[in-house]
T-cell receptor, first 114, second 114 residues
């Protein structure tokens, strides 16, 4: 089954403790992206990747890192998490980044930073 | 990307067609109209997209006006499971700082009742 898989689905952690949220897709998609969703602010793009070793900032990249060493994986790294990064995170992928390529989303990761 | 305007909420009886409108009066010729929905806090689900012509798939139909300034998503036989927030998104074909990004607004809360 074609899917985007995120792990963990839920995480409660403390300020400053490095964490990684993994994202994997099995559709051989070139384009991958991370969004965060906060009440009243909608979904905002954090980082995106057009292909292996090609990443770029989205609208809210501060405090996050990403890497794209393999086509299928696009982990989101919080080096020193802070409470303002408490949010619902979604990974998405598409065949390409062009307007005619639908993005497919994972089920989300709910992070709570205490 | 062009902005979209949607009603904040709509109701629909189960088994009837749900017609969700969207205005995008500043849409450019190379921008696609996309529809996604989000059930509770699950990942946004792709429904349908189009450029100029009307489109239909197994989930829904998309009707785009001839001047492309508005569109309607039609769920032909709404069920209780279609209760969700529906997002209309205008997305540029390619290139620039918006590459691949989906800009989610507030959407329309569709409630399907028995």
């Amino acid at each position: 089954e074609a899917q985007v898989t995120q792990n963990p689905r839920y995480l409660i952690t403390v300020t400053g403790k490095k964490l990684t949220v993994t994202c994997s897709q099995n559709m051989n998609h070139e384009y991958m992206s991370w969004y965060r969703q906060d009440p009243g602010l909608g979904l905002r793009q954090i980082y995106y990747s057009m292909n292996v070793e090609v990443t770029d900032k989205g609208d809210v990249p501060e405090g996050y890192k990403v890497s794209r060493k393999e086509k299928r994986n696009f982990p989101l790294i919080l080096e020193s998490p802070s409470p303002n990064q408490t949010s619902l995170y979604f990974c998405a992928s598409s065949l390409g980044g062009g307007g005619n390529q639908p993005q497919h989303f994972g089920d989300g990761t709910r992070l709570s930073i205490l | 990307d062009a902005k979209t305007t949607q009603p904040p909420s709509m109701d629909c009886a189960e088994g009837r067609a749900a017609n969700l409108p969207c205005n995008h009066s500043t849409i450019s010729g190379n921008e696609y109209v996309y529809w996604y929905r989000q059930i509770h806090s699950q990942g946004p689900q792709y429904i349908i997209h189009g450029l100029k012509n009307n489109e239909t798939n197994e989930m829904a139909s998309l009707i785009i006006t001839e001047d492309r300034k508005s569109s309607t998503l039609i769920l032909p036989h709404a069920t209780l499971r279609d209760t969700a927030v529906y997002y209309c998104i205008v997305r540029v074909q390619a290139g620039g700082t918006s590459y691949g990004k989906l800009t989610f607004g507030q959407g329309t809360i569709l409630t399907v009742h028995p």
